[in-house]
């Protein structure tokens, strides 16, 4: 049931993201103010999936350990009970010798919760937590487990992303692009569990049967305020990547006042690029770069309102008016600079998308053509303008407005003459070819006559 509802709910979020215009409000000058280092990059609203920076969002690069989000997604859809306890296969071990992957010190036959795996997945990023997480979620059939992955990206329309293990190993055929990792975190961050793992700077991994209690601690370092030139405060969670192919990568979330952002960065530099002698991760300075401008510098406004009216279209077939209001669909929010007030915004049909005129019956809230917001000159958003208001149909101003049409028709009007040109020569014709009257002979009578008759 669990799986099924969360397979409705990625549908739902796909069918979303495919039918959602997204704002154009992506602020490319002052991204290019930061000079970020990653290749990749993507700061997206997480309530209304605005676009505020990108940069090569679409472009298939590695993901190295964010493909754990993935992972971790899958393994939640097809779980109810994280409290079940599996044991650790040894090929799941042996399969990562001589890789130079990331473990959490996993042993073979060590026994251990699905929660507390997933902590080793997604906290310490663990390689070897992802292998025995796939072998026990597909049964020990890791292709079946990759088809999984593969599949939810489908689900979610990610079509710039494909899979071929479960923890982000460099392959040719292993690739994300930044669009499509955000969207792996959006649905990943609708499970409680992801949220509340991914928020931990460190976890205790309690005594199993082959090893004692002990403490893995986070590769997320903007978790850490030990890290000066990384902390951000506003953080709530997220997941790092790194491998040679791949570079630095970090795909998180960040919340301030109500509002709530997820930025990903891939192919990140690690340099020193402050001349401290210390190598600093491009990743984690982009994304604390990004959500602290976002934060300073932009906010969350209504830049349409259904009571607004922003134009009219003429109408036919209606005895009580000769047009209709238009107004937009709906509230619509959007990120604008701070300081925007609504009465700098301005709302205008799109002028191919409207018609000329409508035709009685209309109903209230039906769309009538699109419409776009401006701020500053510069188009925010596109939305859809509705009628205002019911309009009825009479069947009088029907004929009415047939007649007009009809009498105001050029086809008529040369119709018309031309009858008119017929009659006449039909009445000239039959007064000349007629027979000629005959001159009446009128007898002129006396009244004395008449009366002497009598």
């Known amino acids: 049931m669990k799986k099924t509802i969360y397979i409705l709910f990625s549908l739902i979020l796909a069918a979303s993201a495919f039918f959602c215009v997204p704002a154009n409000a992506s602020y490319d000058k002052e991204m290019e103010e930061l000079k970020l280092y990653s290749d990749c990059v993507l700061l997206i609203s997480a309530d209304n999936d605005e676009i505020v920076f990108q940069k090569n969002s679409k472009k298939q690069t590695s993901p190295a350990s964010l493909t754990k989000v993935i992972t971790a997604s899958v393994v939640l859809e097809n779980c109810d009970d994280l409290s079940v306890m599996i044991s650790v296969p040894e090929s799941c071990i042996r399969e990562l010798d001589n890789t130079g992957s990331s473990l959490s010190g996993l042993k073979p036959g060590e026994e251990i919760s699905l929660y507390d795996m997933l902590c080793c997945l997604l906290v310490h990023s663990a390689n070897d937590a992802a292998t025995t997480l796939a072998d026990y979620v597909a049964q020990g059939d890791r292709a079946k487990f990759i088809d999984m992955m593969n599949e939810l990206a489908a689900r979610l329309g990610c079509k710039d992303s494909h899979f071929v293990n479960p923890h982000g190993l460099d392959d040719e055929d292993h690739y994300v692009s930044a669009e499509d990792m955000a969207k792996f975190m959006k649905y990943a961050l609708g499970f409680p569990a992801f949220r509340e793992i991914i928020a931990m700077s460190s976890y205790t991994l309690p005594e199993t049967n082959l090893q004692k209690k002990r403490i893995i601690r986070s590769t997320d370092f903007m978790l850490n305020s030990a890290y000066k030139d990384y902390y951000c405060k506003y953080l709530k969670g997220g997941k790092t990547g790194s491998t040679s192919t791949a570079g630095k990568c970090f795909v998180s979330t960040a919340s301030k006042d109500g509002y709530n952002y997820i930025a990903v960065c891939l192919n990140s530099i690690f340099a020193d690029v402050d001349n401290d002698g210390y190598d600093e991760n491009g990743a984690f300075l982009d994304t604390k770069e990004m959500y602290e401008w976002a934060f300073d510098n932009i906010k969350l406004v209504s830049i349409s309102d259904p009571d607004m009216v922003v134009g009219e279209i003429p109408v036919k077939y209606s005895a009580s008016t000769d047009h209709v209001n238009l107004t937009p669909a709906e509230a619509v929010y959007s ?84 009858v008119i040109i017929g009659l006449i020569i039909l009445i000239l014709k039959s007064r000349g070819s007629g027979p000629k009257s005959k001159k009446r002979d009128f007898r002129m009578f006396n009244y004395n006559e008449i009366m002497k008759t009598k």
Not at 335 to 345: F, H, K, N, S
Not at 373 to 399: H, K, M, P, Q, T
């Open 335 to 418: 990120l604008v600079p701070v300081g925007t007030q609504a009465g700098g915004l301005l709302v205008e049909p799109i002028e191919d998308t409207v018609p000329e005129a409508l035709k009685a019956p209309i109903k209230k809230g039906d769309v009538v053509c699109r419409g776009r917001v401006l701020y500053a000159g510069e188009v925010i958003r596109e939305i859809d303008l509705v009628a205002a208001s019911d309009v009825n149909r009479s069947i009088f101003a029907v004929f009415g407005t047939l007649l007009k049409t009809l009498f105001s028709s050029w086809i008529f009007r040369i119709l018309a003459i031309a």
